[in-house]
DNA sequence: AGCAGGTGTTTTACCTGTGAATGATATCGT
DNA sequence: ACGATATCATTCACAGGTAAAACACCTGCT
């Protein structure tokens, strides 16, 4: 029922840019079941759009989106993390870490310390300055988001993040399950 | 009601990965609002894991996502576009568009013609072998998207495309209104 | 002890996207 | 008709990511 409203109410038939290209692929393919689409042309499209308004505050600050990912992995865990921890925390490849720790610590935002047991590993952390610039933007960050969020009522803020989660708690578990 | 249920039917706290990051953020900073945070990094973490799901069927065709994307435009619109329009159509830039096509193009998956009025513009289209490529993984790829999706019941599966459908309007109607 | 194999990280070569010039053409105003 | 300006596409230099190889080190077996 919430469904069938929410599909229903604020356009007579999708006002996105995803529902205008369902239409066409319909128009020719009348026979294939583009339901899916629906759901992952939006994430995508949705994600997208939400990472090009959400990366101005960061920007100012000089940071993109993955360094401050990475950053933010030290300051939420709040202990030292190795070089592979943050390529899992932060769902990148290795390389990609090393690359950015170089530069961050260039920086002065990051530490690097070795592990005395096992010498393949380092330590990393945060410097005060880096601790700071986190909590500095952050909530800029976060007022910015919400302002962008804000278009959606907080009811159906709350549908969202809930069927979100539903669906990427799924995926995660099944996640090398599906072989086709 | 209906996101209360949602948010706490399938396991005691979200067992997503978004929703442990939440609590450590929480932990840190228990006076910010992370409500936000619940949605865009789920929308970000969804279409990664999608992302990465859905190429497997794309790249058996020696295909990557932008580029079917060109091509799918091309198709679903069943008339010649321009590199413009295609940037416009793909949400990319116009020097991707122009690589992309090259590449294309010598794969004998699209051809040029130029314009007669306007000798700046050329007008693009698929060959033969462009279409029935598109043709054949279209409905695998629709296939694998299906069963990629089907770890969420249909009824959640519905209300989600309805709510990503009006998150996403909204943010195309209000793109460069918001300045901070 | 000494070597085989495993693990954690970095390096390398390469590929793709981007923003800022560039070049080529069209359009507008006078 | 002609120059100024706008538009469309491409090229360029570069930043960033990736997979695979290389490197450094640990661990377990004999």
């Known amino acids: 029922m919430t469904a069938t409203n929410r599909e229903t109410d604020p356009r007579p038939q999708g ?12 128009a020719v393919h009348p026979d294939l079941d583009t339901g899916p689409m629906e759901i992952i042309g939006r994430v995508n499209r949705c994600a997208a759009l939400l990472q090009q ?40 490849s290795g390389a990609a870490v090393t690359k950015r720790l170089k530069q ?5 935002l990051v530490e690097r310390r070795g592990d005395t047991r096992d010498r393949r590993v380092a330590h990393l952390r945060l410097t005060d300055a880096g601790r700071d ?12 988001e919400t302002a962008v969020l804000s278009v959606l009522d907080p009811q159906g803020q709350g549908e969202l993040a809930g069927l979100l989660g539903e669906l990427l708690g799924r995926l995660e578990g099944s996640l090398g399950a599906l072989r086709v």
Request: no cysteine; aromatic share 6%; net charge negative.
């Open 133 to 144: 610039l986190v909590d500095g933007i952050l909530p800029e960050q976060l007022a910015y």
């Open 15 to 26: 006002g996105d840019t995803v529902s205008a290209v369902v239409r066409q692929w319909q």
């Open 104 to 108: 961050l610590t260039e920086r002065g």
């Open 53 to 92: 308004a959400e990366d101005a505050p960061l920007r100012r600050a000089g940071l993109s989106r993955p360094e401050f990912d990475l950053l933010g992995a030290l300051r939420r865990t709040g202990h030292e993390l190795t070089p592979g921890e943050l390529a899992r925390e932060t769902f990148s």
